[in-house]
């Protein structure tokens, strides 16, 4: 069976780039303020969300299984 992942996006953080909604549109949607919020916090493991957090300019995603808690991405050291 697959991987469930969670998704946060640090709102803190994230400039408005909108490179997630380009690498996973489905993924992520844009509120009023140009912050960035996943559409759904679990999800199946998929590449397109991976390519969403790996090219995130600020680092802003964050992945974890959901099961354990452990780091997707970014990677722990
Ligand atoms: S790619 Fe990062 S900085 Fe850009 S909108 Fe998405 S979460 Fe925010």
Redesign the pocket.
Known sequence: MGDRWHVE?DRSV????????HHAPAG?R?DPARQ?HPTASDTDANERILA?AE????E??AITLRDSGEAVFPPED
């Open positions: 996006v994230c400039i408005g780039s909108a490179q997630c909604l992520f844009l960035s969403a090219n995130c300019p600020v802003a995603i």
